[in-house]
C-alpha cells in the first residue's frame, strides 16, 4: 500500500520507507517556508470565522472526525504500523486512543467555563462583579514526532479545535503519512476549509511555523530541538513535551510479578521509542535478584521482528541511525563494566530486548534519553538516596513505584521532581484527559485534553 499525499506546495519529496523491510510507503510534497506563511493566514482568516463557534458545533466536528477514524481504523492501523515500524497491535491501539481523545476533547468543549469573582473582597473594593471567560488564542501551530503519528497529533488538535481555534501542523518527516490521512478524514468529516491544515518537511519547516503569525506553539520533541523553535518563536507562548529519562523504582513489598510485566511491557512497547518508557529500572537490593531472574524470562519470551504480523510483540527502531546509537550506547555502557544479560546486538533497525545491569549512574545508556529496547538496571538499598539521583538528573517527566508502603508512596510522590509518579504501574502510563508533561528539561506546559484546553484559551475578564 502507498499513499500520496499532498502537500500545499512542493519543493521536493520525502520518502516514507518502511524501517523493517525499506519498503516505500508513500512520499509528500515538502512546504516550502513561503506557503508555511500562507498557510498561517489561511488559518487565520478560517479561525476568525470559527471562534464564535458554540461548543456544540465545536464538539459535533471533533466526533464526526472519532467517527471518521472508527470507519477507517484498519487503513490507518496497516498505515501506521508500516510508516514507522509499531507493530499492528500497537497500531491499532493507537487508532483507538486518537478517537478517544478527540472525543473527550469534544465533550471538555462543553465545559470551558468561565467565574464569577466580587471585586469587593477587601474593605475598601469596588463594588464590581468581574467575569472570567476562555477566549481561543487563534492560530496553533503543531509540530509532533514520529512515534505516535496519529494520537499526538489529536492531542494537539483535538482540545486546539474544542477551544475554538485553527491549527497548522506539522509531522515528522519520518512518519507524516497518518497525520496527512487524518486531514483527509477532516474533510471528509465536513470540517471548515483551512481550519485545519498540514504542512510538510523537516527543521526548516518547523521553523517556519514558529516564526510565522501563530499564536501558540505546540511542540512535541527532543530539547534541542524545542530549545530551537522556542528562540525562534519569540514572545509567543509554547508548550513542550521533550522527552524524559523516566525510572521506575521496585521496592521489596512490590507484587514482582506485576512490576516484570509492567517493565517489560513500557520499556519494549514500540521499540522503546516513548518518552515516558522506562529508562532506569530501579531494584532494590533485597529483590534484585529473583526479580531480575523473573524480568530475564520474561524478556526471553518477547518476539521482535516482523511489525506486521498478529503475534509480535517488538518491532524495529525508526532508522539504521537510532539502531546504531542504541547499539553503540549499549557497548559503552558494557565498556563501563556494566553486565550485558540479554540482547545487545541488532540486524539492521532490528534492536534485541536488551537488558543490562551494575549500570553505573553516568553509564551512556541512561546519562541521557535512550529512545531503543534498552532496561537498564540500577540497585539501590536507600530510597531517599535514589531519589536524590534522579532528581539530579536532567529530565522530570514521569516516574514509577511499585509499593503498596503508604509512607513510602507518599516521600516519592512528595519527593521526586517530575510532573507525574505512578504509583503500581510505570512511568509510561497515560490517560488522555489527564495532565501530562515535566519539569526541568522534560518541557514547557502540560497536554491532557483537559488542561490543553485552558493552555489554548487566553482568560478574558470583563469587570461591570
Not at 500562507?38 to 487565520?44: C, G, N, P, S, Y
Not at 521533550?242 to 513489598?253: A, S
Request: charge should be negative; proline fraction near 6%; hydrophobic fraction near 45%.
Amino acid at each position: 500500500m502507498t499513499l500520496k499525499a499532498a502537500a500545499l506546495a512542493q519543493t521536493g519529496e520525502i520518502t516514507v520507507r518502511n524501517p523493517f523491510n525499506g519498503a516505500v510507503v508513500g512520499e509528500v510534497g515538502v512546504t516550502p517556508p513561503t506557503e508555511v506563511f500562507q498557510a498561517i493566514l489561511r488559518a487565520k482568516r478560517a479561525q476568525a470565522a470559527f471562534r464564535r463557534s458554540t461548543p456544540a458545533e465545536r464538539r459535533a466536528l471533533l466526533d464526526a472526525l472519532a467517527a471518521e477514524i472508527a470507519g477507517d481504523s484498519d487503513t490507518l492501523a496497516r498505515l501506521i504500523s508500516m510508516e514507522m515500524g509499531k507493530t499492528i497491535r500497537e497500531a491499532r491501539n493507537e487508532v483507538r486512543r486518537a478517537q478517544n481523545t478527540l472525543k473527550l476533547s469534544g465533550d471538555a468543549a462543553t465545559f470551558l467555563d468561565g467565574e464569577a469573582v466580587h471585586c469587593a473582597i477587601v474593605e475598601g473594593g469596588a463594588d464590581r462583579l468581574a467575569t472570567i471567560t476562555y477566549e481561543p488564542v487563534g492560530v496553533v501551530g503543531a509540530v509532533t514526532p514520529f512515534n505516535y503519528p496519529l494520537n499526538l497529533l489529536c492531542h494537539k488538535l483535538g482540545p486546539a479545535i474544542a477551544a475554538g481555534n485553527a491549527v497548522v501542523a506539522k509531522p515528522s518527516p519520518k512518519a507524516p503519512l497518518a497525520a496527512a490521512r487524518l486531514y483527509e478524514l477532516a474533510v471528509r468529516a465536513g470540517w471548515p476549509q483551512d481550519l485545519f491544515q498540514i504542512v510538510h518537511g523537516g527543521a526548516e519547516t518547523a521553523v517556519a511555523i514558529a516564526r510565522g503569525p501563530i499564536d501558540l506553539l505546540s511542540f512535541t520533541g527532543g530539547p534541542s530541538a524545542g530549545l530551537a523553535l522556542k528562540n525562534a518563536s519569540g514572545l509567543v507562548r509554547c508548550l513542550m513535551e521533550l522527552g524524559g529519562n523516566d525510572p521506575l523504582f521496585v521496592l521489596p513489598d512490590a507484587d514482582l510479578d506485576r512490576a516484570v510485566a509492567t517493565a517489560v511491557g513500557h520499556r519494549f512497547e514500540i521499540a522503546g521509542q516513548s518518552c515516558a518508557a522506562v529508562k532506569k529500572l530501579y531494584l532494590h537490593t533485597d529483590i534484585e535478584a529473583e526479580f531480575t531472574d523473573r524480568l530475564l524470562a520474561a524478556v526471553a519470551a518477547v518476539t521482535f521482528g516482523d511489525p506486521s504480523r498478529e503475534d509480535t510483540d517488538m518491532g524495529p527502531v525508526i532508522d539504521d541511525a537510532a539502531a546504531r546509537i542504541v547499539e553503540e550506547r549499549v557497548r559503552a555502557t558494557v565498556d563501563c563494566g556494566a553486565r550485558l544479560l540479554a540482547g545487545g546486538p541488532r540486524e539492521q533497525t532490528l534492536v534485541a530486548p536488551t537488558v543490562i545491569s551494575s549500570v553505573g549512574p553516568d553509564a551512556p545508556v541512561i546519562a541521557d534519553e535512550t529512545f531503543g529496547p534498552v532496561i537498564a538496571i540500577r540497585s539501590f538499598d536507600d530510597a531517599r538516596s535514589a531519589i536524590a539521583e534522579v532528581n539530579a538528573g536532567a529530565y522530570g517527566l514521569q516516574a514509577g513505584v511499585f509499593t503498596n508502603d503508604h509512607a513510602l508512596i507518599r516521600m516519592f510522590s512528595r519527593d521526586l521532581v517530575v510532573g507525574g509518579v505512578m504509583i503500581n504501574e510505570g512511568p509510561d502510563f497515560r490517560a488522555e484527559h489527564v495532565p501530562f508533561g515535566g519539569v526541568k528539561r522534560s518541557g514547557l506546559g502540560r497536554e491532557g485534553v483537559r488542561i490543553a484546553l485552558r493552555e489554548m484559551s487566553e482568560p478574558k475578564v470583563v469587570i461591570d
